[in-house]
Structures are given as C-alpha cells and as structure tokens.
C-alpha cells in the first residue's frame, strides 16, 4: 500500500485565492482526519470522519474552511478566501482501530 | 486545561543515555493511548501503542497509570537517530478523536 497519499505537497497562493488539498486514504482504514500544524499551536484537529461521514468538525477555525469526504477514497479540505493566517501544514491521516498514519502534509503559505 | 499536556522539553541526553518523560490526559474515560515519532519537517509516524501492562519494542518501553492518568516513554541506549519530537496520543472509549499532545523534543548527542 502507498500510505495516505496528499496534494498537493506544496502551495503558495495569494491572500483571497480559493485552495483546495486533497487527501487518498489507505485502502479499508474507516476514519480520516485533518489537522494543521504550526510552530505555534502545534498539531491541531480540523475536522474527522468515520465512514465518510463527518463525525466533528468542531476544530474547523470558520466558515472559510470546509472538508468533503464523497467516498472512501478520498477528502478534499478547502479554504475559501485564505488568508496569511492560514499558512501551516496540513495533514490528513487516516485509521483503522484508533492506530492513524498520517500523509505527508500539504504545506500551504498565503500571501 | 488542555486534553493531553506533554513537557515540551527538551531533553539533550550524550549517546547511550536513559531518557524518560511522561504525558498527562484529562478525560478518564480515555482507553486507548499511543506514542508517535515526529521528524523535523516530516509527518508523525506511530511508533507504539500503549497497553495497560506497560510494553516494550526493543529500546523503548511505554507504561500507562491510570490512575494517575499519565503514561509514559523510556528510550534506553539513545541512539543519534532517536532524535525527534514524541508525540502523545490519547482516544476515548467510543470515541473516534485522537487528541494528541504538543510533543517532547528529544535531542541525543554525540
């Protein structure tokens, strides 16, 4: 299996732009997380999903962000507009029996 | 109060050294606890799940108190490539959610 597969792996992007990242879990994993990274908050909950359906999204930080899991096999994240605030790493992580293994991260910078 | 807080370190131990450092957790009704391994600028990769008994993969042995609510990391032998952040991970019966915590920089010298 190739793991949890990410794109894409790098994003610049203009403050206002529309970004979407997207996520391939591994095959027969149930859930699948989003997170987002920085120095200063660390690894921080978006949003997760058990069998595509969205279980919490309570981390999602507003409105301007929404994740879609339409199958099995894959999710998006969207961030629409972005803002310079929003620039970290993104990783998606799916699991199966609580033991997740994560992507290797989309790192987004806005400016 | 956070749901899993870790002493964010770090702890710079020489070669061969013992290095143990603990995760607290808040939710009592946690039941599944792991062990991550963060690289610099690299995703976190789970390193061992942690059994009420305690357990040991080669150098490194994880132990959970419950009723302390803590569980804990001991690398023993520290090698140069142990160097990374550890990562605590806590889910709660019936739940999903993995919270993890801010993570442990350990640095081993040479």
């Known amino acids: 299996d190739a793991g949890v597969i990410q794109s894409p792996r790098h994003e610049v992007t203009e403050m206002g732009q529309e970004v979407t990242l997207r996520c391939k879990p591994i095959s027969g994993h149930n859930s699948l997380f989003w997170y987002r990274q920085t120095m200063m908050r660390g690894l921080e909950l978006l949003i997760y999903f058990n069998n595509n359906v969205p279980i919490d999204d309570s981390g999602m930080p507003e409105d301007r962000f929404s994740a879609k899991m339409p199958n099995a096999s894959f999710s998006t994240l969207k961030i629409q507009p972005s803002e310079p605030r929003d620039s970290a790493v993104y990783f998606c992580a799916s699991s199966f029996s609580r033991r997740a293994f994560f992507g290797q991260g989309t790192r987004l910078t806005v400016v | 109060r956070k749901e899993v807080e870790q002493d964010p370190g770090p702890f710079n131990v020489p070669e061969g050294a013992t290095v143990a450092f603990n995760c607290t957790y808040s939710?009592?009704?946690?039941?599944?606890f792991f062990w991550y391994r963060q690289d610099c600028r690299k995703e976190p990769k789970l390193l061992m799940s942690?059994?009420?008994s305690g357990n040991e993969d080669g150098r490194f042995t994880a132990q959970l108190n419950r009723a302390s609510q803590y569980i804990s990391l001991l690398i023993r032998d520290s090698k140069l490539s142990d160097s990374a952040t550890y990562l605590c991970v806590v889910s709660a019966f019936g739940d999903y959610k993995l919270s993890f915590g801010a993570g442990t920089t350990v640095t081993v010298r040479a």
């Open positions: 939710n009592s009704a946690s039941q599944s």
């Open positions: 942690v059994y009420s």
